[in-house]
């Protein structure tokens, strides 16, 4: 059976991508802060998974690397993570963001995944194909003003990703993938413009590509949309 570390298990896309990988068979490590989200969301699911509460913000360098740890006394494996653990808030200037903001922003949005993969990176080599697979959302490119600390995050985790692609002469069996899935109606997007929008899909739309990234080639560094 495979096992997939899943971040950001209890948003919109994260419970629809779970109750998707849940049907499909696969062991799910459903990371997320609020115990009690997570243990309603495994009520929903069939299989029999492992709930990870964990602060991707508060927690330092030392709790990552007793997470990978405990996975691999109990799994002994990774055959994918998928990030889609993410703050944002509300759009503002960045001369507004403060230093608590500024600093979870980055901390969630780009140094979590980072340390996530180099602590986790030998289960990841254990793996059946194993693959990491990052969110992306190409709206600060588009228009970047107001993203704060969330867009700034977000052009490095480009950066991240293209340097990590590159450097996969020392993990060559991983595969790295992205995907951007547009705008969906969830409650990330919500705090972004609480009114929502009629274009904006349903957190089910995206699961395909998702699923598409995690059967995809090890070998490029592919991107869904």
């Given at each position: 059976?495979?096992?997939?570390?899943?971040?950001?298990?209890?948003?919109?896309?994260?419970?629809?991508?779970?109750?998707?990988?849940?049907?499909?068979?696969?062991?799910?490590?459903?990371?997320?802060?609020?115990?009690?989200?997570?243990?309603?969301?495994?009520?929903?699911?069939?299989?029999?998974?492992?709930?990870?509460?964990?602060?991707?913000?508060?927690?330092?360098?030392?709790?990552?690397?007793?997470?990978?740890?405990?996975?691999?006394?109990d799994?002994?494996k990774?055959?994918?993570?998928?990030?889609?653990?993410?703050?944002?808030?509300?759009?503002?200037?960045?001369?507004?963001?403060d230093?608590?903001?500024?600093?979870?922003?980055?901390?969630?949005?780009?140094?979590?995944?980072?340390?996530?993969?180099?602590?986790?990176?030998?289960l990841?080599?254990?793996?059946?194909?194993?693959?990491?697979?990052?969110?992306l959302?190409?709206?600060?490119?588009?228009?970047?003003a107001?993203?704060?600390?969330?867009?700034?995050?977000?052009?490095?985790?480009?950066k991240?990703?293209?340097?990590?692609?590159?450097?996969?002469?020392?993990?060559?069996?991983?595969?790295?993938?992205?995907?951007?899935?547009?705008?969906?109606?969830?409650?990330?997007?919500?705090?972004?413009?609480?009114?929502?929008?009629?274009?904006?899909?349903?957190?089910?739309?995206?699961?395909?590509?998702?699923l598409?990234?995690?059967?995809?080639?090890?070998?490029?560094?592919?991107?869904?949309?």
């Open positions: 059976m495979k096992t997939i570390l899943l971040t950001g298990a209890c948003g919109g896309i994260g419970q629809a991508l779970a109750r998707a990988l849940d049907a499909e068979g696969y062991h799910l490590l459903l990371l997320d802060l609020d115990p009690l989200s997570l243990e309603a969301l495994d009520d929903e699911l069939r299989g029999d998974h492992t709930l990870v509460p964990f602060d991707l913000w508060r927690s330092g360098y030392d709790a990552y690397t007793r997470l990978a740890k405990m996975i691999t006394e799994h002994g990774l055959d994918a993570q998928i990030h889609l653990a993410a703050v944002c808030g509300g759009l503002r200037p960045l001369i507004q963001d230093p608590t903001a500024w600093l979870q922003g980055l901390q969630v949005n780009l140094t979590a995944p980072l340390w996530l993969f180099q602590t986790q990176r030998e990841l080599e254990a793996g059946d194909n194993p693959r990491v697979i990052f969110s959302h190409s709206q600060h490119r588009v228009q970047s107001y993203w704060h600390s969330y867009g700034v995050a977000q052009a490095a985790l480009e991240l990703i293209a340097t990590l692609h590159a450097e996969k002469h020392a993990y060559p069996a991983i595969g790295f993938a992205t995907v951007d899935p547009g705008w969906v109606d969830t409650p990330l997007s919500r705090a972004v413009y609480p009114a929502g929008q009629a274009h904006w899909r349903a957190a089910e739309a995206a699961v395909p590509l998702y598409d990234a995690l059967r995809g080639h090890p070998a490029p560094l592919e991107h869904y949309a």
